[in-house]
T-cell receptor, first 113, second 114 residues
Framework: NAGVTQTPKFQVLKTGQSMTLQCAQD?????MYWYRQDPGMGLRLIYY???????DKGEVPNGYNVSRLNKREFSLRLESAAPSQTSVYFC????????????FGSGTQLSVL | AQSVAQPEDQVNVAEGNPLTVKCTYS??????LFWYVQYPNRGLQFLLK??????LVKGSYGFEAEFNKSQTSFHLKKPSALVSDSALYFC????????????FGSGTKLNVKP
């Protein structure tokens, strides 16, 4: 049972380059999330998708775009990477039925030089 | 707006001693509170939650948390710490009006020494 799978695990970009972080969950969850984790700041919500076909901004959406491709997949795109986007990115999912619990992927460590 | 605060960046405790990791929250309605744990190079894992009911909530790996409404606190506790409990711990609160949003504290690093 894979849970939440993120790719890649590591990435180094130059300023101005673009890339897409992929996330897939096999738990049939409705909601999916992208967070970034920075030292001393905890996790901050970038974007979320409450259900297939919908996306909404979180606390720090600037510089990012997302796509909820289907119920399983939720991708995060950096169109023009900046050093301030150096961070660890986590994807998470949640069933909106009765369970409030978030399930997290193992993260993507992104460095922008 | 809802938020959580974790006042300690780091907590050090000897193995076998009780541990407490502190969290305070700010919401205007009923709080939905959570604790998560992160081991090195891993994603966060759910430990426990408080929705309603008993103020003492039991969770995974022998952890429990005490909800105190008057002090707006939700401290994580364990009676006897293990070296393997060493990790980063995050307190979180669910959005009050937007049930899809979860807000996390800055995290507390727990070091359990043998």
């Amino acid at each position: 049972n894979a849970g939440v799978t993120q790719t890649p695990k590591f990435q180094v970009l130059k300023t101005g380059q673009s890339m897409t972080l992929q996330c897939a969950q096999d738990m049939n969850h409705n909601s999916m999330y992208w967070y970034r984790q920075d030292p001393g700041m905890g996790l901050r919500l970038i974007y979320y998708s409450a259900s297939e076909g919908t996306t909404d901004k979180g606390e720090v959406p600037n510089g990012y775009n997302v796509s909820r491709l289907n119920k399983r997949e939720f991708s995060l795109r950096l169109e023009s990477a900046a050093p301030s986007q150096t961070s660890v990115y986590f994807c998470a999912s949640r069933s909106t039925a009765t369970n409030e619990k978030l399930f997290f992927g193992s993260g993507t460590q992104l460095s922008v030089l | 707006a809802q938020s959580v605060a974790q006042p300690e960046d780091q907590v050090n405790v000897a193995e076998g001693n009780p541990l407490t990791v502190k969290c305070t929250y700010s919401v205007s309605g009923n709080p939905y509170l959570f604790w998560y744990v992160q081991y090195p190079n891993r994603g966060l894992q759910f430990l426990l939650k408080y929705i309603t009911g008993d103020n003492l909530v039991k969770g995974s790996y022998g952890f429990e948390a005490e909800f105190n409404k008057s002090q707006t606190s939700f401290h994580l506790k364990k009676p006897s710490a293990l070296v393997s409990d060493s990790a980063l711990y995050f307190c979180a609160v669910r959005g009050e009006y937007n049930f899809n949003k979860f807000y996390f504290g800055s995290g507390t690093k727990l070091n359990v020494k043998p």
